[in-house]
Structures are given as structure tokens and as C-alpha cells.
């Protein structure tokens, strides 16, 4: 059902003429987020690692103002991560965690309760068991 609730969503996405003010948003964003990753001691891989994430969140969203952004964006994101780009469940679970942050720390949101996105499966490993031969 979530998957078919996520073809549904799918934006049509229309270009627009402020850019420039639509940049120095997202790049005061980018920097406000930087000084809560420092503030919180964040590692510099992790720093450079959520907001790898958040241009990405970025690209996916395109024109939409930051401060309209709700929890079904971010679902919609995790969903497209599944499902287009195909990407591993801790590839996934990396991406929510890094936007999580973004709403939670710049942006001042609690999304907690509004994400029920299309998930990664996640890999079954067989456990191998040896024959008394083979031991």
C-alpha cells in the first residue's frame, strides 16, 4: 500500500525564477547545520556525509521552500531511495537519520510520528552449518 501511495505523490516538478534567492536559503541552511553537527561534536565524515544527504534532500524537493517542509517530503525521499535509486536499507536508514537531524536541529521540527516510507529490504544471511564430514 505504501508503495502505491508513493507512485500517487510523485511531483510534477516546475522550474522556477528566483533561484537565487531559493540558493542563498538552502546555503544558510547548509551552514546553520554545519554549526548544529559541530555544536553536538559530530564527526567530520558524519558532518560531510549529512549534507551530502541534504543536497540530495535538496535536489528531490526541488522548489519548495524549506519552511513548508513536512513529514510527508521526507517520506517521500526515504521512498524514492527504495524504490528508484534502489539503495540498502542502511544506506536508507543513513539518509533518515541525516534529514531527521535537519528537521529536528535547523528547521526546529518533530516529524517522529508522520514517517511511514517504502523501506529497503534488508538482506537475509543463511547461517552456514557444517556437516560432522566437514568438520
Do not use: C
Amino acid at each position: 500500500m505504501r508503495l502505491y501511495d508513493y507512485f500517487l505523490s510523485k511531483r510534477i516538478l516546475l522550474p522556477s525564477g528566483e533561484s537565487s534567492t531559493h540558493d542563498k536559503i538552502w546555503k544558510a541552511l547548509e551552514e546553520k547545520m554545519r554549526e548544529a553537527l559541530r555544536l553536538r561534536h559530530r564527526s567530520l565524515s558524519t558532518e560531510k556525509t549529512y549534507l551530502s544527504w541534504l543536497r540530495s534532500f535538496k535536489a528531490y524537493v526541488e522548489q519548495k521552500e524549506p519552511y513548508q517542509f513536512n513529514g510527508r517530503d521526507l517520506q517521500d525521499f526515504l521512498s524514492h531511495l527504495a524504490v528508484d535509486k534502489k539503495v540498502s536499507s542502511s544506506t536508507q536508514n543513513q539518509a533518515l537519520n541525516a534529514i531527521v537531524f535537519f528537521y529536528r536541529h535547523v528547521l526546529d521540527k518533530n516529524i517522529d510520528q508522520e514517517l511511514s516510507a517504502v523501506r529497503a529490504k534488508q538482506k537475509r544471511h543463511l547461517p552456514v552449518v557444517l556437516t560432522i564430514k566437514e568438520i
